[in-house]
């Protein structure tokens, strides 16, 4: 079994190659959605890093959010465009392993920081006279390394482990870029025990975090049920809309793709969800977050007023 395991030094990440005459207008599609991606983050990221009525906890957070999505989507975007450019789709085995590090190592980080996020809005809303106590700059330092440190575990755990496994052949991956099912499928032998352990440790890191954003969310909604006017009912449900919508696209893709066995994997169509949760869901995290948040609006506008010609 270790000679065999050493029998595969590269991956083929078949993507969507089957799709032959139409790479030149996927890969300006993927470019153009990549692009307006990192322009969009890197715009809220600026805003929140440079306007003075951005600095609360909230804030503090979407900021991270903003840069994680820019390298979430970094992770897989560009080589899937190099592949889709070239039509070279070869992946030595140890680069294979370090993207499914840096996926699961964002993917982890992002979980565990909308909880961050879900217990901001909770101490916001639930403790307003405490806020600052509850928040503090420090306390938000804590919670943002606390998550990141997590991610990295997360990431470091999965990967070590699966690659860890025997690889005898074949080494086609039925996907644009190293996931988790789709790699387990190549792994030589009897994988139930292992899959097991994958899944456990997913539904571990995945419900967890969404565990705590679901207790924060159902004590958000006894208090603004308790406000006696329903304009301060609007106000405050406004707060945590942004972050619900974030929440239930990310954990809702998340939640079917990874907890589940890998002989429910279907290579027609599990690519194109996790293309939603991969490429699609970062591009729409400043359109939530500018459309449906009138601070961070008045400080685009601000900003736009600022780049415009002076008066003379």
């Known amino acids: 079994m270790g000679t065999n395991a050493s029998l595969v030094t590269e991956f083929v990440l078949v993507g969507f190659s089957r799709l032959v005459h139409l790479q030149g207008l996927l890969f300006s599609l993927f470019l153009a959605v990549y692009l307006l991606t990192v322009a969009g983050n890197l715009l809220i990221v600026a805003l929140v890093s440079t306007d003075a009525a951005l600095q609360s906890p909230m804030y503090f957070f979407l900021r991270i959010l903003s840069a994680l999505e820019i390298c979430y989507t970094s992770v897989t975007v560009p080589l899937l ?15 294979c392993a370090l993207q499914m590090f840096f996926f699961l190592f964002f993917g982890a980080t992002e979980c565990c920081l909308l909880a961050a996020m879900a217990y901001d809005r909770y101490a916001a809303i639930c403790e307003p006279l405490r806020y600052q106590v509850l928040l503090s700059r420090r306390v938000c330092v804590q919670l943002a390394g606390a998550a990141w440190a997590c991610g990295a575990l997360v990431g470091l755990g999965h990967t070590s482990f699966i690659f860890s ?44 975090p969404f565990g705590l ?77 500018s459309l449906r948040n009138s601070d961070v609006k008045a400080a685009l506008k601000r900003s736009i007023q600022k780049m415009g010609p002076s008066e003379i």
Do not use: M, W
């Open 165 to 208: 496994l025997p690889f005898c052949g074949p080494n086609a991956v039925p996907h644009f870029f190293c996931e988790i099912q789709p790699v387990l499928q190549l792994v030589c032998g009897d994988t139930s025990l292992n899959e097991l352990q994958i899944i456990l440790a997913a539904a571990l890191i995945i419900l967890c």
């Open 81 to 95: 465009l190099h592949h889709l450019l070239t039509g070279r789709r070869h992946i030595p085995r140890s680069g």
């Open 213 to 289: 954003i679901l207790s924060s969310y159902g004590r958000i909604l006894a208090t603004i049920f308790r406000i006696p006017s329903a304009a301060g009912r609007r106000k405050a449900f406004s707060t945590c809309s942004s972050h619900l919508v974030v929440v239930s696209l990310f954990y809702g893709t998340a939640i079917f793709i990874y907890i589940r066995p890998k002989a429910s994997y279907d290579p027609a169509t599990d690519p194109l969800l996790s293309l939603f949760y991969a490429v699609i869901t970062p591009i729409l995290n400043p359109v939530i977050y």
